[in-house]
């Protein structure tokens, strides 16, 4: 059973930092992009940030200078590096692994909370 288990969220001020981890198991790492998403109350869910096992990364505009995507092939983990939070990446925050070729093969982590406050 594939499972993808995040850590790393919690409280912060404004400002601040925070490094989110997601931790892959029952799947070819290689053969999936990992992504990081995020959704706030009211709102859709939205791609932070991707990676590819060769490394390319997209970032969501909004993100973008401030927050690093890496993952490690061998330890089959993926992780989002936040600075300079602000309020508005308050969200649930979900670790996301899509096979590079087969799109039913679509996973999520159970999601962990960030809160940035004033």
């Known amino acids: 059973q594939v499972q993808l288990v995040e850590s790393g969220g919690g409280l912060v001020q404004i400002g601040g930092s925070l490094r989110l981890s997601c931790a892959a198991s029952?799947?070819?790492?290689?053969?999936?992009?990992m992504g990081w998403y995020r959704q706030a109350p009211g709102k859709q869910r939205e791609l932070v940030a991707s990676?590819?096992?060769?490394?390319?990364?997209t970032y969501a505009d909004s993100v973008k200078g401030r927050f690093t995507i890496a993952r490690d092939n061998a330890k089959n983990t993926v992780a989002l590096q936040m600075n300079s939070l602000k309020v508005e990446d308050t969200a649930v925050y979900y670790c996301?692994?899509?096979?590079?070729?087969?799109?039913?093969?679509?996973?999520w982590g159970q999601g962990t909370q960030v809160t940035v406050s004033s």
């Open positions: 990676i590819t096992s060769a490394g390319t990364t």
């Open positions: 029952e799947i070819t790492f290689s053969n999936y992009i």
């Open positions: 996301n692994a899509k096979h590079r070729l087969l799109r039913t093969r679509d996973y």
